[in-house]
């Protein structure tokens, strides 16, 4: 059994295939069973307020996990923004204050969730 991550919406499953390309069970984004996980930082698993930007709208979320090079995050209700948008991402708590590009969002059951990556 092998465990898989999957590099879009981040959940793990587990598999006995052998073919080289699956797809997620959770979102069905196509990856191969050989490559590793993209993301090789470590996350902080870590649940902390969160405002998100969007212009001069403000979102508040929760974390779901950060790492150096982006964040996953969560609210109850619909996020009010897509793939490949810009955002600014406030986490006082943990003195981050940086613009993020948003890279998969997925909504289920009347919960958001997304992935950002920190712009350069």
């Not at 598999?15 to 996980?37: M, N, Q, R, V």
């Not at 923004?81 to 993020?100: C, G, H, M, P, R």
Request: glycine share 8%.
């Amino acid at each position: 059994m092998n465990q898989m991550n999957c590099p879009r919406c981040g959940d793990a499953f587990y598999t006995a295939a052998k073919e080289s390309h699956l797809p997620c069970p959770y979102c069905g984004f196509l990856l191969h069973a050989t490559e590793s996980e993209r993301r090789n930082q470590g996350r902080q698993v870590t649940q902390k307020v969160c405002d998100i930007m969007k212009g001069e709208v403000r979102v508040p979320v929760k974390t779901v996990d950060v790492s150096e090079t982006g964040l996953g995050i969560k609210m109850m209700g619909y996020l009010p923004f897509d793939q490949n948008e810009t955002v600014s991402v406030f986490i006082k708590e943990l003195e981050i204050e940086k613009k993020a590009e948003v890279v998969w969002t997925k909504k289920f059951y009347g919960i958001s969730r997304a992935g950002l990556r920190f712009c350069a």
